[in-house]
């Protein structure tokens, strides 16, 4: 189910999600309106708008991610940081939305679970059995963008480790954000590559549901930033890929470790992660080059393709993020997502793909209700 609730200069699209299970999800993304407003006003308005929904419309629901699409990260992230000292994982990244505001927010909430921040530095949201652990804006500044994603892995498997949790069993998804994504792109997928051959991630193994996309970290210095997460306690038996063959090859076929999608069942819903997906065909080519309508169907397809193998559509999807390489584009996207998907919660921002000629790329999670007793609990 989903509403659009407007308040003063802000306005906010809610997914909700209620099955058997006692636990509610939701997906909330929160505009700011521009209207000649500073930062601060708009920063002020979309935290307004959120406090707002805890009240009145989500009174039980606690965030257990976030993530901040700003204009300008390095002159806004501090500002969001004093302003939001919540407890939850936090994403904080230079995306410009490309509706003329200078800040988005996502944000997934949950009801009936416990959340803290682990020694371990990872968010833990436990309900049941599972332990789910989130993480965001973890960066460093090593000299280029291999060796950054690089340490950034071994972190993150040192963080896993504590958790009693490993790379190849429990993580389910990660982002990257790539500073100048056409110079340093390279060395991340390097870096990957290497990563995950030593934890035993290869292409006759599986790979981890992950976007790779442009994006400025807080620091000038960081050419690489990432966002994580896993669950502990899940069994092998949950976890399945998603491949579409008739539409898409697999990435390592052109060098790249990462899966298309993800779904992990559980004995009332089944969460469906579709990774950064583009305008590609089964052999790996860009479809329709310089053609953003083209290529905005072609990448429609491509999804729609990996939730069907999923037994799911576009119903089922609770929020979706747009990229768009040139900001020029934004009017003719958003229209054809308006006219599309007028009421599913997305953000469209300012973010190069990972291939100059990708001129738009998407990303989504879907939910969808499920009767099976021989799965644990979400």
Not at 340 to 345: I, K, L
Request: glycine share 6%; hydrophobic share 40%.
């Amino acid at each position: 189910m989903t509403k659009t609730i407007r308040k003063e200069y802000a306005t906010a699209e809610i997914f909700s999600f209620t099955s058997t299970g006692d636990v509610r999800e939701y997906h909330v993304m929160i505009h700011a309106q521009a209207g000649g407003r500073t930062f601060q006003q708009q920063l002020d308005a979309v935290l307004d708008c959120y406090e707002a929904l805890k009240r009145e419309e989500l009174k039980e629901a606690v965030a257990v991610f976030k993530r901040y699409f700003l204009s300008d990260v390095a002159n806004q992230a501090d500002e969001v940081l004093l302003a939001d000292t919540s407890d939850c994982a936090k994403s904080i990244i230079g995306q410009a939305p490309l509706d003329g505001s200078k800040i988005g927010l996502w944000v997934y909430m949950q009801t009936h679970v416990i959340t803290r921040q682990l020694p371990s530095g990872l968010y833990e949201v436990c309900h049941g059995n599972l332990r789910h652990l989130w993480n965001g804006s973890a960066h460093n500044t090593a000299q280029n963008s291999e060796y950054q994603t690089r340490l950034l892995f071994n972190e993150y498997v040192m963080q896993l480790a504590q958790e009693g949790c490993t790379l190849a069993d429990n993580c389910i998804r990660t982002w990257l954000f790539v500073n100048d994504v056409d110079v340093n792109y390279g060395g991340v997928v390097a870096a990957r590559n290497k990563i995950f051959f030593t934890q035993g991630l290869t292409e006759d193994t599986h790979y981890i549901a992950s976007t790779g996309i442009g994006g400025r970290g807080l620091e000038a210095a960081v050419m690489t930033q990432m966002d994580n997460y896993a669950i502990a306690g899940i069994k092998k038996e949950q976890i399945h890929y998603l491949y579409a063959p008739t539409h898409l090859n697999r990435t390592s076929d052109y060098g790249v470790s990462f899966e298309r999608g993800t779904y992990v069942d559980y004995q009332d819903r089944r969460h469906v992660i579709i990774s950064g997906t583009a305008s590609i065909n089964n052999k790996g080519q860009i479809e329709h080059p310089k053609d953003i309508v083209k290529q905005a169907h072609r990448m429609w397809d491509n999804v729609e393709a990996l939730l069907k193998e999923a037994d799911c559509s576009y119903d089922e999807v609770g929020v979706m993020i747009v990229y768009l390489r040139d900001i020029a584009d934004y009017d003719v996207v958003n229209r054809l997502y308006e006219e599309r998907f007028p009421n599913t919660p997305r953000i469209i921002v300012h973010a190069a793909v990972c291939r100059s000629g990708w001129l738009i790329e998407m990303e989504c999670m879907a939910i969808k209700p499920m009767d099976n007793s021989t799965m644990p609990a979400y």
